[in-house]
């Protein structure tokens, strides 16, 4: 049976590959399995049908036979683990990259995201000007962290695997803010990973939702 996702009829990121159904889709195409879409509207997300598959109300979710999944993170791991691709056959690897997967969402990720919110949302507050030299040296002690132990290499263990996928997929929401600039091997290390022809079929069905032009169904 053929996975279908959900992901948002009308992206608040404009098509710029930041929801985080981008992930899935990328997930997908790094191992080569076929997918559908179904795509919501923001009252579609709140309504039960959809609440009984993700009970916060978010996208996306991932349905395969019988069995229901959200959260994206457990998604590319589910996917990671039955099809080949983004995990090593290496054990000591395999759980290495694993570890990368917990380390993008849960070290680098909630300071990247307390950083852009107030960056985005919080700008007109009064305490903005004072609050943020704080959020923004917390996330600047993590970026220095994952930046010295990339170093020169391609990928964050061997080869590129689901914790770079999703390390990627994270530090990708700075982009727009220029602070990536400021570590240029993880500047070129997201680069690199957006080269990747699966990355760039994900990016280009993610885009057609925003302009309109998805397959018919999806």
């Known amino acids: 049976m053929t996975a279908t996702i959900t992901a948002f009829q009308t992206s608040p990121d404009r098509g710029r590959g930041l929801a985080r159904d ?3 889709r990328w997930a ?3 191992v080569g399995q076929p997918y559908d879409v179904r795509l919501l509207s923001f009252e579609g997300m709140k309504q039960p049908a959809h609440l009984a598959l993700q009970p916060f109300g978010q996208i996306p979710t991932y349905e395969e036979d019988d069995l229901v999944l959200f959260e994206s993170g457990a998604i590319i791991l589910h996917i990671a683990e039955h099809r080949g691709g ?3 056959e290496d ?3 395999r759980a290495r990259a694993i570890m990368w997967m917990f380390a993008a969402l849960s070290t680098i990720e909630p300071p990247l995201v ?3 919110t107030a960056l985005l949302f919080e700008r007109n507050e009064s305490w903005y000007e004072q609050r943020r030299p704080m959020i923004e040296d917390r996330l600047r002690k993590r970026l220095a962290a994952l930046s010295g132990r990339l170093g020169d290499a391609d990928w964050l263990d061997g080869a590129f695997s689901a914790g770079d996928l999703l390390m990627v997929s994270v530090l990708q929401r700075l982009k727009s803010s220029g602070i990536l ?3 240029p091997n993880l500047s070129a290390y997201v680069a690199r990973a957006e080269a990747r022809p699966a990355y760039q079929r994900a990016f280009a069905a993610q885009l057609a939702v925003f ?3 998805a397959p018919s169904g999806s």
């Open 22 to 24: 981008t992930r899935i």
């Open 28 to 30: 997908l195409e790094e």
């Open 86 to 88: 983004l995990l090593p």
């Open 91 to 93: 054990a000591n690897a």
């Open 114 to 116: 307390e950083f852009t």
């Open 181 to 183: 600039n400021d570590y």
């Open 211 to 213: 302009t309109g032009n």
